[in-house]
């Protein structure tokens, strides 16, 4: 397993589902995940993605910047760390953003995202 090629494949199908379909991110996520959002702290499936189906703009893009990525403990999850720009619909002017994902193994092979951590970058 090469873990950049997972955190760019994981990058790719994330931001591009939440641009198009945030309610389609709840099999990202598990019971145990946690979101930090602006400071605000969600958990579980439900409540995470009602979090981010009701974020107050119905369309936007991610231009992604840097992605980096560690595995991280002995359970082979791995730490992905993404900048980029969000471009909310209407807006002229692209929001500057960072987020983290503690993604850990699934039992079929595949990655859920235990924690999420998303700041926008004010300057």
Same mark, same amino acid.
């Given at each position: 397993?090469?873990?950049?090629?997972?955190?760019?494949?994981?990058?790719?199908?994330?931001?591009s589902?939440?641009?198009?379909?945030?309610?389609?991110?709840?099999?990202?996520?598990?019971?145990?995940? *946690? #979101?930090? !959002?602006?400071?605000?702290?969600? =958990?579980g499936v439900?409540?995470?993605? %009602?979090?981010?189906? &009701?974020?107050? $703009?119905?369309?936007?893009?991610?231009?992604?910047?840097?992605?980096?990525?560690?595995?991280?403990?002995p359970?082979?999850? *791995? #730490?992905? !760390?993404i900048?980029?720009?969000? =471009?909310?619909?209407?807006?002229?002017? %692209?929001?500057?953003? &960072?987020?983290? $994902?503690?993604?850990?193994?699934?039992?079929?092979?595949s990655?859920?995202?235990?924690?999420?951590?998303?700041?926008?970058?004010?300057?």
């Amino acid at each position: 397993m090469d873990p950049d090629a997972v955190a760019k494949a994981f990058v790719e199908h994330y931001y591009s589902t939440f641009d198009t379909n945030r309610a389609g991110l709840a099999g990202l996520y598990q019971e145990a995940s *946690m #979101l930090t !959002f602006e400071g605000q702290k969600i =958990q579980g499936v439900q409540s995470i993605v %009602a979090k981010l189906t &009701s974020l107050p $703009f119905q369309q936007c893009k991610h231009n992604i910047s840097t992605v980096d990525c560690q595995p991280s403990g002995p359970a082979s999850g *791995m #730490l992905v !760390f993404i900048s980029g720009n969000l =471009q909310l619909a209407g807006e002229e002017h %692209a929001l500057k953003f &960072s987020q983290m $994902f503690h993604l850990m193994p699934t039992p079929q092979g595949s990655f859920y995202v235990f924690n999420d951590i998303f700041r926008l970058n004010y300057s």
